[in-house]
């Protein structure tokens, strides 16, 4: 069971950027992929710590592993599904055909009995279409044969899930997390053929698909994540209660309560307040609070050996390899890589300030859907005798500008000084629309330039340099005597040039310095001074 499930992570690792571009948002940030993929890596890493390879043991690791790895929605319902699974088979010694197929069972109660208010045409009807075949699939007389099957069926029901899904048919495509767990299936199929090799570092990430997916109004804007340690057991009674309040607040709820671990879901407009409820109830062991307007990509972490003790230090997130050399050539001790897609846990970044080891910690999380996640790991850190300060930065130019013009010895000083340097901070970001939507009111087509000023959209067009024209007069670029430009890993030469004749031939008193920052999905961010 180790092999196959750990082959399953691999194919879907595989298949990541493919599964993150069905996304209903025109900038290439979608997190399907991302999220399921953390799910099984996370487990993975349980298996793989495993000194005794039970059965009972493999399973408890892949229901353990999965819980606390899931990450969004589709992560949370195939941790659910490998829970009832594994539930389902603890007290085996050893599977057959028939003991997979129960195992099938359970995970189609336990993940249907998760989800509030399950939808059809997701993750959950793949499951439940292979449920129902059950009898036909017991029959079968090797895993060979079952994998097959199972594939076939699976495949079959993502073809049909938009039918049964309107925003999928109007955009005429299938459910991300349905192709998913197709995935895995298929991964399960090729071990038992004998493609036994299993590589989770260095996978090959297929091409994403070209996709036109139609826009969804957001009703609530917050994708909100808890794992809750309760304090005393949670009665039938108080989880009814905390479904109710969950479904007065938002919607796409996910919630279970396992042994004594809360786990939530759910989409919101207040997450403090769903924070502060939980919280009754016992301590947060995970917060991740995501902006689904801007979702954005995580890297696990530059591993970096301890250093001596300091006064201060500063961590910062960074999205790219360049951008983290520049920060830290200005000072910055610990970088936290983190990008579009998926956000930094609060144990990354309370991980981080640990290996700064330093009486005082500043904190950059150059992101609005980071803060939440920083202030969390600094008021851990501060009940481990480190000074915390979170400044919050909403993109990395005001980091680096920050960390350019900081004055001070004490650290009030610096905190000061950083503050008023980040108000005026003036943030430029460029990438490229990868379908057709609207966004802030405005229709968007596809492979068009989206120009933001600091978070606000305030160009799209076809032709770059329109774009670069409306946001230079938005910003008076003239008023300015420099314009640093972090080059990002998809710019292609000729968009650089464009960049830089326009802007020289424009604005010639203004200095223009061109700099690998290595950022995805943003060929250009850039800083005005």
């Known amino acids: 069971m180790k092999g196959i499930f750990m082959k399953g992570a691999e194919n879907l690792l595989a298949h990541r950027d493919e599964i993150n571009a069905l996304n209903v948002f025109p900038v290439p940030d979608g997190d399907t992929g991302s999220n399921m993929s953390s799910t099984m890596l996370e487990a993975c890493k349980y298996l793989e710590n495993l000194t005794d390879e039970k059965l009972s043991k493999v399973l408890d690791a892949i229901k353990r592993g999965t819980l606390m790895g899931a990450r969004g929605n589709s992560g949370v319902i195939l941790s659910q599904i490998f829970r009832g699974f594994c539930d389902t088979l603890s007290k085996k010694s050893k599977l057959t055909v028939a003991d997979f197929v129960k195992g099938i069972k359970g995970a189609k109660e336990t993940s249907y009995k998760a989800v509030l208010r399950p939808v059809e045409g997701t993750i959950l009807t793949v499951i439940r279409v292979l449920d129902e075949h059950s009898k036909e699939l017991s029959n079968l007389e090797s895993f060979e044969a079952l994998f097959e099957k199972m594939e076939e069926i699976a495949l079959d029901t993502v073809k049909k899930t938009p039918s049964l899904l309107p925003k999928l048919k109007e955009a005429n495509v299938v459910d991300a997390g349905a192709k998913g767990l197709y995935y895995i299936i298929q991964g399960f199929k090729m071990y038992a053929l004998g493609d036994t090799s299993i590589n989770l570092e260095g996978v090959e990430t297929r091409p994403s698909e070209e996709i036109t997916i139609a826009y969804e109004e957001l009703t609530y804007q917050y994708c909100t994540e808890l794992i809750v340690r309760a304090k005393r057991p949670i009665t039938n009674g108080t989880q009814k209660q905390l479904e109710n309040y969950l479904n007065t607040i938002g919607d796409s709820v996910v919630f279970f309560v396992q042994d004594d671990i809360i786990k939530l879901h759910v989409h919101t407009n207040n997450p403090g307040q769903v924070i502060e409820e939980f919280l009754k109830h016992g301590e947060l062991l995970k917060v991740k609070i995501d902006n689904m307007k801007e979702q954005h990509e995580h890297v696990v972490g530059e591993a970096y050996a301890k250093k001596e003790r300091k006064k201060i230090a500063y961590v910062a997130v960074s999205p790219g390899e360049g951008i983290s ?164 890993s998809s710019a292609t030469p000729i968009e650089q040039s464009i960049v830089e004749k326009y802007t020289k031939k424009k604005y010639p008193n203004v200095q223009i310095e061109f700099i690998e920052g290595g950022q995805p999905h943003y060929p250009f961010l850039m800083m005005v001074e």
């Open 325 to 488: 050399k520049v920060l830290k050539d200005l000072g910055v001790d610990e970088i936290i890589s983190g990008g579009q897609s998926m956000n930094p846990s609060m144990a990354d970044i309370l991980d981080a300030i640990r290996r700064a080891n330093a009486e005082n910690v500043i904190v950059f999380p150059n992101n609005s859907n980071i803060i939440l996640a920083a202030e969390q790991a600094a008021k851990t850190a501060e009940q481990e005798g480190i000074k915390v300060y979170v400044v919050k930065t909403t993109n990395v130019q005001q980091s680096i500008s920050a960390m350019i013009y900081r004055v001070g010895e004490e650290i009030e000083e610096i905190i000061t000084s950083i503050e008023e340097t980040i108000r005026k901070t003036i943030a430029i970001s460029i990438t490229v629309a990868v379908r057709d939507s609207k966004y802030a009111g405005e229709k968007i087509k596809k492979d068009e330039y989206l120009g933001f000023l600091n978070k606000e959209l305030v160009a799209h067009h076809k032709n770059l340099v329109n774009v670069l024209d409306k946001i230079y007069q938005r910003c008076k670029l003239e008023e300015h005597e420099i314009l640093t430009v972090f080059v990002g």
